[in-house]
């Protein structure tokens, strides 16, 4: 194969298909972090009382004080974009799978579904488990991640306004 952009492909499809994947599911979860980062930034702008260590926090704790961090600010806001915080369980999973567990897909010339393979404890033991997901589940997956930052990046954008509207002074930093 041709070399396309700085990488040589001398892959296979199935390792072309696995940096698709999670290559994809990280630049979303790039995208969240930042997104949640701002939202806690705007909510708490300025209150000595919150100070967050955002570098150290993991993704669970992060989605977790974004959402306590809005409900303090404006619970209004909170209630409009609900339904776009309860899908951040499903993509922290799913993210987590995809940043740190093995994969291997079906064999055949267009695979179905893949495996990944993760550590877990069962009855105390850790074991070697799997889980298999579909190739239209994962398509589907993406479209309604990508949908729901472009949510989070409005909800955003609104915060950002508000608080430079009351802060004109602070414009060059924020």
């Given at each position: 194969?041709e070399?396309?952009?700085?990488?040589?492909?001398?892959?296979?499809?199935?390792?072309?298909?696995?940096?698709?994947?999670?290559?994809?599911?990280?630049?979303m979860?790039?995208?969240?972090?930042?997104?949640?980062?701002?939202?806690?930034?705007?909510?708490?702008?300025?209150?000595?009382?919150?100070?967050?260590?955002?570098?150290?926090?993991m993704?669970?704790?992060?989605?977790?004080?974004?959402?306590?961090?809005?409900?303090?600010?404006?619970?209004?806001?909170?209630?409009e974009?609900?339904?776009?915080?309860?899908?951040?369980?499903?993509?922290?999973?799913?993210?987590?799978?995809?940043?740190?567990?093995?994969?291997?897909?079906?064999?055949?010339?267009?695979?179905?579904?893949?495996?990944?393979?993760?550590v877990?404890?069962?009855?105390?033991?850790?074991?070697?488990?799997?889980?298999?997901?579909?190739?239209?589940?994962?398509?589907?997956?993406?479209?309604?991640?990508?949908?729901?930052?472009?949510?989070?990046v409005?909800?955003?954008?609104?915060?950002?306004?508000?608080?430079?509207?009351?802060?004109?002074?602070?414009?060059?930093?924020?």
């Amino acid at each position: 194969m041709e070399p396309k952009g700085y990488f040589p492909y001398y892959e296979n499809l199935e390792v072309i298909a696995e940096i698709d994947i999670r290559g994809r599911f990280m630049m979303m979860a790039c995208d969240l972090e930042w997104s949640l980062f701002c939202i806690m930034l705007y909510c708490n702008a300025f209150n000595p009382k919150k100070v967050r260590r955002y570098k150290k926090m993991m993704m669970a704790q992060k989605i977790d004080c974004t959402i306590a961090d809005l409900k303090h600010y404006n619970m209004n806001y909170f209630l409009e974009f609900e339904d776009s915080f309860d899908m951040l369980e499903e993509f922290k999973e799913l993210r987590n799978y995809f940043g740190h567990c093995r994969m291997r897909f079906e064999e055949g010339q267009k695979p179905s579904y893949f495996e990944v393979f993760y550590v877990d404890e069962v009855n105390g033991q850790e074991k070697i488990l799997t889980k298999q997901f579909t190739i239209e589940y994962i398509k589907d997956a993406v479209n309604r991640f990508r949908k729901q930052q472009m949510v989070f990046v409005g909800l955003v954008s609104r915060l950002q306004q508000e608080f430079l509207l009351k802060n004109a002074e602070q414009q060059e930093f924020f």
